[in-house]
């Protein structure tokens, strides 16, 4: 067969092309029968489509058409066809003429296919990918999407494998224990040498902190010591203290895991990578301990100078500017406590030892009551979109207080007579900058020194729940709006019982039972009820959790403080009425002693109210009876969010024949009770005018019921309250 010539300008209608690369039994004999390579192919379109379609993907180097024969090595021309000499423009509109085709239905093929759609041609067992999206397939578009799903599925469960193997970190040991270190970024070296038999240290070391923990021959633990090079000499002077705190997550009875060393030890290297040898985090958070410690101690005086004979540390936790502490209650790093549940009733504890306790003692008196935290530590964060850290104690001046005070804002937690000040900001040599520092300006100077990459934030323990038009307040009031990801439809309650889970707004009510026990210290006995709580909130509103707050100063973590406590306190109430756990009940008080059986007790008087609500939630003496009780109190409580948290509980009481009694009360700003409003179920109730004697008793009653609450923290402990 002769070579076609090429032709500088071929005509447009001109098919020579497409036949030379037809076979000589395709092109003048009835098709071949197929083999296990080839199938015969009867349909004109696909010839069409063939030869063009050959050529191009020979000159490309492609794969071969299915079909076709299969090719040979690197320039080896097909069996029965002519050499790529054709002319681009034939190849062209053979290329156009067999797209016509394709478009043809009187070929068969459905409408566009073949056009870049993975076109397979009939008869050779493929099935086209625009037969399968059109339906002709089985399964079709819903068997795409159902296998997607499935892949997805997979892949989410695989993600979660990793993340619960990812979460369990083992038991203590040796090996363990240098894992952990590893896995975290640390350096980890054994020393063996001059230790004894059987004993090594395990030195973790990063830029600025050096962790040592030794182990004898059991591989137990047997001591810790923690220090900071670099660091001033504050820092160094409590190291001890995190030392204590990392020794006690490594020893305990039996088999200890690590989680809690690992939390700890990754606080420290995050604070480490984020300083590096630039500038040291550490000693910025230190620097904001030693001022609020100062804030804390001048607002404790002020309060010896109100004249008050004993000040009690919780009341001024809970109603200041919170109370700082440096490695404390199993975390390391700086917290500063804001709040105390049931904080009265450690107050009469105290009383009731009549004796002093000193900053040890009273560690452990925080450490059997939930104490809610602001952990405050340093994050990665870009200088030009938010203020970095100062490393610097001057954020107070020595005398704390100011002569005059200055104008108030809209933060409640902003006293006006705190002498705030604002340290000169720390910088960074361009030579510490990093890349960013061969940039040059336009009169080419290197640039100038600029802030470090990090910011303080403050991490809430345990986190709170708020109404969201509080939570864009206070985001607000610190500088960091929420991000438009983050907003998640969910209401607040049941955000607050949904345990890191987020649910959908429930359309029944929450009804929950709950036994309620009291003590009668006067009779010696105790007693329980079973209360049947239902939970009617008024409105539907939208609530988000407050974990972390970013703060360049720390008046803008004091200055939210007060909103937090009213939200802290409103969700305790909620939790103890309507949560999973159980209610706490008080350890027994001094004023509730143990008599002789074959002795009548003798009734006890109180000094004040507070001493005898203490004595009334007490836990029940070894001897006290307890009878039983086969009654349910039904207890509707109506709950309404915004503006500000409003409780209304309802209870039939059993002194008035089941009347129906009730209190209606408020949580304000530091968790303050307010607005208490009560009816017994009497029938005379409200009084024959002002001054009268039952009036007197409703004001009375009022005072006692408000003062329950504020104490006991507790919707059971107040109704019992009011129906004994």
């Known amino acids: ?71 040979g090595g690197p320039g080896t021309p097909r069996p ?151 660091s001033g000499e504050d820092v160094a002077g409590r190291a001890a203290g995190g030392a204590e705190v990392l020794e006690g997550d490594l020893k305990g009875d039996g088999y200890v895991r690590l989680e809690g060393f690992v939390a700890n030890l990754e606080i420290l290297g995050r604070m480490d990578r984020l300083g590096g040898e630039k500038i040291s985090c550490f000693d910025a958070t230190d620097g904001v301990f030693r001022s609020l410690e100062r804030l804390w101690r001048w607002e404790v005086e002020r309060e010896r100078q109100q004249g008050k004979e004993v000040v009690e540390e919780e009341e001024v936790m809970c109603r200041r500017s919170g109370r700082p502490r440096m490695h404390t209650r199993g975390r390391v790093g700086l917290a500063l406590q804001y709040w105390m549940e049931r904080r009265l009733l450690v107050g009469e504890e105290k009383k009731a030892d009549a004796m002093d306790i000193d900053d040890q003692e009273n560690d452990e008196v925080d450490d059997e009551v939930d104490i809610w935290s602001a952990i405050i530590e340093c994050e990665a964060s870009s200088a030009e979109l938010y203020p970095s ?32 000040q604002d340290p000169p900001p720390t910088l960074l040599p361009p030579d510490e900058q990093g890349e960013s520092a061969v940039r040059v300006t336009e009169s080419n100077h290197f640039q100038q020194p600029k802030p470090p990459d990090v910011r303080f934030v403050a991490r809430f323990e345990p986190p709170v729940v708020v109404p969201w038009q509080t939570a864009l307040q206070v985001h607000n009031s610190v500088g960091s709006p929420i991000s438009q990801e983050m907003i998640l439809p969910t209401t607040y309650e ?71 406590r009213q939200w802290a306190l409103t969700g305790s109430i909620l939790r103890r009425a309507f949560g999973s756990d159980t209610e706490p009940t008080p350890p027994p008080k001094a004023n509730g002693q143990s008599t002789a059986q074959d002795q009548p007790p003798e009734p006890t008087t109180f000094p004040t109210l507070d001493a005898e609500l203490a004595a009334f939630m007490a836990s029940p003496l070894p001897n006290a009876p307890q009878p039983p009780s086969d009654k349910v109190r039904d207890v509707q409580v109506t709950f309404k969010a915004t503006p500000v948290p409003q409780f209304q509980v309802n209870f039939p009481n059993a002194r008035y024949g089941g009347k129906l009694a009730g209190v209606n009360f408020m949580v304000d700003l530091n968790g303050v009770i307010g607005r208490v409003d009560v009816h017994d179920g009497s029938p005379d109730w409200g009084g024959n005018g002002e001054g009268s004697e039952k009036e007197q008793e409703i004001v009375r009653m009022r005072e006692k019921v408000g003062k329950v609450l504020e104490v006991g923290e507790s919707i059971g402990i107040a109704v019992e309250w009011m129906a004994r």
């Open 389 to 420: 850290i100062r490393v610097s104690d001057a954020w107070l001046p020595q005398a704390v207080g100011r002569s005059a005070p200055a104008e108030p804002n809209d933060m409640p937690g902003n006293d006006s007579s705190i002498d705030w």
């Open 494 to 564: 049941s955000l607050l019982f949904a345990r890191n889970e987020v649910h959908p707004p429930q359309n029944e009510p929450r009804t929950v039972e709950k036994t309620v026990s009291t003590y009668d210290s006067a009779t010696d006995t105790s007693t329980s009820h079973v209360h049947k709580y239902s939970l009617f909130p008024q409105q539907q509103d939208w609530a988000r959790a407050i974990t972390h707050l970013p703060f360049s100063h720390p008046r803008q973590i004091t200055a939210v403080l007060p909103i937090l």
């Open 80 to 230: 029965g066809t002519t050499s790529s000499t054709e002319s681009p423009g034939a190849t062209a509109a053979a290329a156009a003429a067999a797209a016509a085709m394709l478009m043809d239905p009187q070929f068969g093929f459905p409408t566009g296919a073949g056009l870049g759609l993975g076109f397979t041609p009939r008869g050779t067992g493929f099935t086209p990918l625009a037969m399968q999206m059109t339906g002709s397939s089985s399964g079709g578009i819903q068997g795409l999407l159902a296998a997607q799903d499935q892949e997805d599925e997979r892949k989410r469960r695989g993600e979660a494998v990793v993340a619960l193997v990812a979460g369990r970190w083992g038991f203590v040991s040796q090996e363990g224990v240098e894992r952990c270190a590893k896995r975290l970024g640390l350096d980890a070296l054994w020393e063996e040498d001059g230790m004894g038999r059987g004993k090594r240290m395990l030195t973790v070391a990063g830029t600025a902190v050096l962790l040592e923990v030794g182990f004898d021959e059991a591989e137990r633990v047997v001591g810790c010591g923690l220090s900071f090079p670099g």
């Open 1 to 71: 067969m002769a070579t076609p010539k090429s032709h500088p300008n071929p005509p447009t209608a001109q098919k020579q092309p497409a036949a030379s690369h037809l076979t000589p039994a395709s092109a003048g004999s009835p098709p071949a029968p197929s083999s296990s390579h080839s199938r015969s192919v009867t349909s004109p379109a696909y010839s069409a489509l063939k030869a063009p379609a050959r050529q191009l993907h020979h000159r490309n180097g492609s794969a071969h058409v299915p079909g076709s024969t299969p090719r």
